[in-house]
């Protein structure tokens, strides 16, 4: 449940560094308490030495039989029954403060805390090297940039000279949405569109509809998930203010699914590719 991280990440304090202890070697006990790092860590290959993860992340394939550790907040007590040797973190998908006392009973914490498919790459790298998988690591990171250069080069064979504006709508009642400077932000970048959300508007603002109808985007980008689909099916409705952006009432509105949009992981690259494919078909 992406979404709700996303929200409470718009009004998060930005996280400390998290001192940690050296590891002498790969870890054999993993608590993964965020789904983008969970997917990180099961794509190396490392699922059998995960114990615990984030009820976020309870639905991924590998986290079959592993034991749910609360939410955005994880049980603490429970973590520490594990025994683990090592936490892997996210900074807007986990609370800093439980990471922090984590750290202070000796475990290990690895953050994730990608802005950009290049800050996923660096998470990828960096857990792998926690786990000792440096070399699956470079192969994930290899595979994604392939898939990279292939979308961008479909961006820039259809790229008019001047970009769509879009605008990516995480939840929609109070309208939140992604900024620049944040992974949803590159994604559109990257797929040749325009990101209406000025630069110092912040990572994820909340922001009015008078101010949806003066950025105007010519389109609206959201994620569908089992958590935010009634949301956006009510304010989407022909009754709902949203109906004064002429992206909307025109259908100019691309779905995508949520597990891929929201979360930092290998399969941001699928959103990628989704967006890309659906704009070369015309969808503006």
Sequence with gaps: ?????????????????????????????????????????????????????????????????????????????????????????????????????LAALGIRVVVTDATSLDGVYTDVRRVGAALGRDVEAERIV???????????????????????TALAVIWPDPPIVAGRDTFVGDLLDRAGLENVVPKGAGEWPRVSHETLVGWNPSLLVRPDTRENRAAFEAVLSPASRWQLLPAVRAGRVVVLDGDWLERPGPRLVDALETLVAKLDAGTP
């Design 1 to 101: 449940m992406r979404t709700r991280q996303i929200l409470l990440a718009a009004a998060a304090v930005a996280w400390v560094a998290v001192a940690t202890p050296l590891a002498a070697a790969p870890p054999r006990r993993i608590v993964v308490l965020a789904p983008s790092a969970a997917e990180i860590v099961f794509a190396l290959g490392a699922a059998d030495r995960v114990v615990g993860v984030s009820d976020f992340a309870a639905g991924l394939p590998g986290a079959e039989g592993k034991a749910r550790l609360g939410g955005f907040v994880p049980d603490l007590e429970r973590i520490a029954a594990l025994a683990p040797d090592l936490a892997v973190v996210s900074r807007d998908g986990t609370d800093r403060r439980a990471a922090e006392r």
């Design 142 to 164: 290899a595979r994604m940039q392939r898939r990279v250069a292939a979308a961008e080069e479909r961006v820039r064979a259809r790229r008019a000279t001047r970009r769509p």
